[in-house]
């Protein structure tokens, strides 16, 4: 394929067997602060408070007001099919959305989690996998499978876009990462196929992709630092 744009860093961590003499010596140590309740797919922290900060896990969605001290469970997970993804509105953020797969929905919340309800313009039978937000809290994309589906004005209409790779059985967009300086500039993680990930970026709002890495290794996260489009990947090797 050709050549990222511009600006377009890829850093790689590489995650071996090497531990470094500090984390041997007992630094840079973690402590659990909960909550518990299982698997946890993702942390969210609030725009503006920064003692808020919600969980989302294999049990539900988790909510802290002290840094971690403290959780309360805000929703339960169906039990059947865990929620998937949680995105809090940057500019409103009273207001969240929520990937209900189970119930193959968006949920959102205009009170900080204490109530959920459907968005009543998403495409029925489009179950819900990856969310993303712009940092105006105008464009919100999901991702179904492949294919991605985005809304400009808050969830109430949608329309669905190209998919990232082949799609098929097991091709799917693992993670969906908007840049940080330009909402229609788009970076997917994509299975595309059973030993291979690609890296998928779109600069036209998920109109076309184009693949900028291919790799057997296996990438888990992508970050963009600050206003820049730089993306750390972390593999397993």
Known sequence: ????????????????????????????TWTSVGP?????????????EENTVYVISLSGVYRSTDGG???????????????????????????MYLAASAQGRVLASNDSGMTFAPLSGYPNNIGPAELEISPD?????????????????????W????????????REIQQLLIDPADPNT???????SDKERGIYL???????????ESTTHHIFQLAASGPCPAIRLCKLI
């Open 1 to 28: 394929g050709s050549d990222p744009p511009t600006g377009l860093g890829l850093i790689v961590a590489l995650l071996g067997l090497i531990v470094s003499s500090s984390l041997q010596a007992g630094t840079n």
């Open 69 to 95: 001290h403290n959780w309360s469970l805000i929703k339960a997970a169906d039990a059947e099919s865990p929620d998937r993804d949680l995105e809090v509105d940057p500019v409103q953020p009273s207001r």
């Open 186 to 192: 788009l970076y997917a993680l994509a299975n595309t």
């Open 159 to 170: 329309t669905q876009r190209a998919q990232a790779g082949a799609g098929g059985v097991n």
């Open 36 to 48: 518990d309740g299982g698997i946890m797919y993702k942390v969210v922290f609030h725009p503006a």
């Open 137 to 157: 809290g105008l464009t919100l994309y999901v991702t179904s499978g492949a294919k991605v589906y985005p809304s400009t004005n808050r969830g109430i209409t």
């Open 202 to 212: 779109s600069e036209d709002g998920a109109d076309s992709w184009e693949m900028v």
